[in-house]
């Protein structure tokens, strides 16, 4: 079976045990080194290394015997290519530097992001922000191939995706937004039992707007704009959210026909991105907003503007990675509300960053407010002339509370 979203192929599964079998080399080598080295070391240390060196050969054993599991589900479904097909969609091969295996420093890089997350988040600076930003880069390769494997895992073992329910609960007359003012004070509120996604839809382009998280929650209730979808889309999947906003642009009559823009608050950005890596959805623009930049980045031919606070660390859980980078980043440092730390984060404060945005006359913005709203956007000319229609969608997972 092959959906729009996730496929499974049988030969990917026997190429990531041959990986596993790979990676399994590559720590032992770096055990070798380890325990050459501890040889020059003081007893204390040498103890440390030995200590670190038989748990990373506990690690290596494991992964060639996962290897070999891997390689007997590959010849057991062998019979079942087309249900197989797309592991490469799930599972990101490991990445190394200068011959140390990216895994290697994941375990130890976790404590280290912890750390500076909690920085990040509990006394916000652009200091604290750079550094967990700086953290979240040396693991984010390895957290997106254990979660792609987890996920692969639970399909294999018949797991099927929670079914989504999506109701229309308006519809109005609208005008076409000509600047990322407008833009930013259309996504939807984050707030309990309302609309996470608004459709506009005018004569020459359809723009999607979604909001950011509304709960903290991981037990996969009712409300998918949760934690559990934000670490799906994080790790490069589809989570239960972007189902959703999948099925209200189809029910709003959104094509690939459409040019169509998306504009996303946190979460919101994330699903964006998700939605313009696929080349059969055809998004055009792609507007962050105080979101991160997923690993997996948008499909050739998308152009992206990002509003991010270099005090905010949520735009910072994306880390550095080079083929996510926008075409036009917009940053400042605002100041932080006494006693909310998150403040920052509020889409309300992003309004002044866009506004400031539309006010500048550098190239770079004027052309993007050019690429996004239209030829008259940035002289201030008026909406386009045509009809404009809205429907605000909510979202949620059917049979749960």
Avoid at 44 to 60: F, G, L, P, Q
Avoid at 177 to 188: G, K
Avoid at 303 to 327: C, M, T, Y
Wanted: one cysteine or more.
């Amino acid at each position: 079976m092959t959906d729009s979203t996730m496929t499974v192929t049988t030969d990917a599964v026997a190429q990531f045990g041959r990986r596993l079998d790979e990676l399994a080399q590559d720590l032992d080598a770096w055990i070798v080194r380890a325990r050459i080295v501890s040889l020059l070391t003081d007893s204390a240390s040498r103890s440390t290394i030995e200590t670190v060196s038989d748990r990373c050969s506990r690690v290596a054993e494991q992964m060639r015997a996962d290897a070999v599991s891997a390689r007997r589900t590959a010849d057991s479904y062998a019979t079942h290519e087309a249900w197989w097909a797309g592991i490469h969609n799930w599972v990101t091969p490991g990445v190394h530097r200068g011959g140390w295996p990216v895994t290697t420093f994941s375990l130890a890089g976790l404590g280290v992001t912890a750390l500076a997350g909690a920085a990040a988040f509990l006394a916000p600076s652009r200091i604290t922000v750079s550094a967990f930003r700086l953290s979240t880069t040396g693991i984010s390769s390895a957290l997106t191939a254990v979660a792609g494997i987890a996920i692969a895992g639970a399909r294999a073992l018949g797991v099927q995706p929670t079914p989504i329910a999506v109701r229309a609960v308006a519809r109005t007359d609208c005008r076409a937004p000509t600047s990322f003012t407008e833009a930013v004070e259309r996504i939807p509120a984050s707030r309990p039992y309302e609309a996470q996604v608004r459709i506009e839809k005018t004569p020459t382009a359809s723009f999607v707007y979604i909001g950011g998280t509304v709960t903290s929650g991981l037990s996969g209730g009712r409300e998918p704009w949760d934690m559990t979808s934000n670490m799906v889309a994080m790790s490069g999947q589809a989570s239960d959210s972007e189902r959703g906003v999948r099925a209200a642009i189809a029910a709003a009559g959104v094509t690939s026909s459409d040019r169509i823009i998306v504009v996303g608050h946190s979460q919101g950005g994330l699903l964006a991105q998700r939605l313009a890596s696929d080349p059969q959805l055809g998004v055009r623009d792609v507007v962050l907003v105080g979101s991160p930049q997923s690993p997996g980045g948008v499909a050739p031919g998308v152009h992206v503007v990002a509003f991010e606070k270099s005090n905010d660390p949520i735009p910072a859980l994306g880390g550095q990675a080079v083929e996510s980078r926008a075409d036009v980043t917009v940053s400042r440092t605002p100041r932080v509300a006494a006693g909310d730390s998150l403040a920052v984060h509020h889409t309300s404060t992003y309004r002044e960053l866009a506004s400031e945005a539309d006010n500048s006359r550098y190239a770079e913005l004027v052309n993007a407010r050019r690429d996004v709203f239209g030829p008259g956007a940035s002289a201030g000319a008026a909406a386009e002339a045509g009809a404009c229609r809205a429907s605000e969608w909510r979202v949620e997972r059917a049979g749960r509370t």
